[in-house]
């Protein structure tokens, strides 16, 4: 039988897709037509998410945007054929039910999900049931909004799902003793590292369990993307620490040239939700548009050079790892999601 899923990390070698870092989304579609698919992209009206949109509607895809900043998002995407906006909020578990139900009843099939919102080096936040905030968004929000939307994603009998990650995983495994810094110190890093994980974890464990349906999983490393706000809130003492930013607060030039713009930025999630180099494999954790190779601890990292931010952690598609991050989240969420 062949192996095809990604438990343990059994598929993270590059496959030389033929493109690179600096591939754009619109280098990775040329050629497929999304006429009469529907995709849902979460955040998909800044950054690379709007970006993102922009690909998939040229490419022929209807598309919907939950967005919890309704108006910014109706400014954004002013013009656009073929893209409809939805409130929700991913810190909401009432919002995203909300959202599903109405999407549900208006469609039968979804083709491509991707959960692309997120948020990043914030203070400590909680959602109305206790958890950070970086987890809660990035990672519960996403689980529910799939789950609800499962039967979906099995009528379209080839649809994906793309989890927006980050070289970030790297920074901290999932803490499973204490996920929402009840017993441990705040550190911002360490949350959003922790919720880049359970991205990656939830993608593998999702594709294990959904291929028998014809539902594939994915996650993904955008790269070190300039003209985004993710970092909006970040201090500039995080990045001075890192080497990338003067003691001025100002990006380092050599620094910056080395930086994906917003087009090369949403290229691996159009790619992860759209190629058919990828029929037939998923769990993969994906980045400059090809499957990323496992980080054993041979690959440098320097992050004043954003080429050196590659591979991924065993931690992360590890598949005990997987499935006792499933399973805690249905506990915390109280979100049961029957793959059937």
Known sequence: ??????????????????????????????????????????????????????????????VIIPARDSNKA????????????????????????????????????LHILINNAGIMWVPLLRDKDGNESQLSTNHFGHFQLTAELWPALKEANGARVINVSSFGHQIAPFNFEDPNFIHRPYETLQGYGQSKTANNLFAVELDYRGKEFNVRAFSVHPGAVIGTDLARVAPVTLFQQMGTHDQNGNLFPDVAAKLKNVAQGAATSVWCATSPQLNGIGGVYCENSDVAELDKGNIEHHYNDPSSLRGVQPYSVDA???????????EMTAVLFPVN
Do not use: C
């Open 74 to 109: 109706a400014n954004n995407l002013a013009g656009m054929n073929n893209v409809t906006i939805e409130q929700m909020d991913l810190m909401d578990a009432k919002s995203i039910t909300a959202f599903a139900g109405r999407f549900m009843a208006a469609n039968d099939a």
């Open 1 to 62: 039988m062949k192996l095809n899923d990604n438990y343990n990390g059994a598929l993270q070698q590059p496959l030389h897709s033929g493109f690179d870092i600096a591939s754009t989304a619109r280098d990775v579609i040329k050629g497929i037509d999304l006429n009469g698919k529907t995709a849902i992209v979460t955040g998909g009206y800044a950054g690379i998410g709007l970006e993102t949109v922009k690909t998939l509607v040229a490419a022929g895809a209807k």
């Open 320 to 330: 005990e790892n997987a499935q006792k991050l499933w399973a805690l989240t249905e």
